[in-house]
């Protein structure tokens, strides 16, 4: 994954701090797959840039079935289309605004994805769950700073929303490597949502995060893999 936008500070590490953060850096990677959509059940979830299995060819060697960018694009316009076309006629619809949004955000064309979710929100601003999969696109695109603020602008119209806690949780680890706030959210998604399905991944996250709270606020980590 690409730097953050809008982290300008930078701290000399001992070999032990880097060792330490690698660690955690291997744990988070995984992590990041983690991040859940705005509206999906927590037991749905699946990572975002997940690679799919190689398969045999027709020599017996495995190939790789993942689709390429640029056919990654093809299909989300593909399925986005007879929804843009509908779009010319009521471009507000936020229903219709939300719909392309998904189907960019789902084949990873963040941009397009962001730009949609935008316009939807412009109509409806105080949808937690698409202001959570903004938020969420924010952070694959990079930019960590924009991601917690939108997942904060979803909790302040909804705040005991589990699916926007739980991001915020894993941007403000990855991104800021801020354990105490994102063991704050967590234990508040657990407090205030005491039969999420994803009970247990939480309660995990915790205690991980939790043996590395001598990690300082704010401090920059390595590009970590989305």
Request: hydrophobic share 40%.
């Amino acid at each position: 994954m690409s730097e953050k936008k809008g982290d300008t500070s930078t701290t000399i590490w001992t070999d032990v701090q880097a060792y330490t953060l690698a660690a955690i850096c291997l744990l988070l990677g995984v992590a990041a797959g983690w991040l859940i959509r705005g509206s999906q059940s927590p037991a749905a979830a699946a990572p975002v840039a997940a690679a799919s299995a190689p398969t045999p060819s027709a020599t017996g060697s495995a190939t790789n079935t993942q689709p390429s960018p640029d056919q990654l694009r093809q299909m989300a316009d593909a399925q986005a289309a007879p929804l843009i076309e509908k779009l010319k006629s009521d471009p507000k619809n936020f229903d219709l605004l939300t719909g392309i949004g998904n189907s960019y955000y789902d084949a990873q064309q963040y941009p397009f994805a962001v730009d949609y979710y935008g316009r939807a929100l412009e109509t409806k601003p105080s949808d937690a769950s698409v202001r959570t999969d903004m938020a969420t696109v924010y952070w694959y695109m990079g930019d960590t700073n924009r991601a917690i603020e939108e997942f904060n602008k979803a909790l302040s119209y909804e705040p005991n929303k589990a699916n926007a806690l739980f991001n915020l949780g894993l941007v403000e680890w990855q991104g800021k490597m801020d354990v105490a706030g994102a063991v704050a959210d967590w234990e508040k998604l657990l407090a205030t949502n005491p039969n999420y399905e994803g009970k247990d991944k939480v309660e995990q996250l915790i205690a991980e995060a939790k043996k590395h709270s001598g990690i300082k606020p704010g401090t920059k980590a390595q590009p970590l893999p989305q």
